[in-house]
């Protein structure tokens, strides 16, 4: 007559579509949060902002002269001077969401008065379409575990 129905093989679809999709999201991202952290460095090395708005300032002359004597660029505002902020972001798990943060006792200037954030702009994070870009890799992972060939913590 018809196709027959695995009516068993349907039942254990669904039920692995019980998976906590928010938990496997997060799981994906920390398990692979080296490139979120490198495009987000790369992105303040030429000046973009987490909103993906370019930096318009530039260096005052003296700052300048000091970028050009450790080798570093002048051409555009990079927040680099040590290294130390660029190193002391991390990505981290903040309840159903992940989010950039920056180690404040490594770099307590960039949340205070006058510091990075108020002089710049936010500079954690990556703007939606590289965001989306960077996550698109999920979409084989979900399928794999959707289709059993991966397996995750956050099964219902």
Do not use: C, W
Request: aromatic share 14%; no cysteine.
């Amino acid at each position: 007559m018809g196709d027959s129905v695995d009516f068993g093989q349907m039942a254990r679809f669904f039920e692995k579509m019980s998976l906590n999709f928010d938990e496997i999201a997060i799981e994906y991202i920390l398990e692979n949060k080296d490139k979120y952290l490198d495009a987000n460095r790369s992105n303040l090395d030429q000046a973009i902002n987490a909103d993906g708005t370019k930096l318009e300032q530039s260096y005052s002359e003296f700052t300048k002269a000091y970028k050009r004597f450790k080798g570093q660029p002048t051409d555009r505002i990079t927040r680099k001077d040590t290294g130390a902020f660029y190193e002391s972001i991390e990505i981290v798990k903040n309840g159903s969401a992940v989010e950039f943060v920056v180690d404040n006792s490594a770099v307590p200037y960039y949340n205070e008065p006058n510091g990075l954030y108020d002089r710049y702009g936010e500079a954690l994070g990556l703007p939606l379409d590289q965001f989306q870009e960077l996550f698109h890799d999920f979409k084989v992972h979900f399928i794999e575990l959707i289709r059993g060939t991966k397996t995750t913590q956050y099964a219902a």
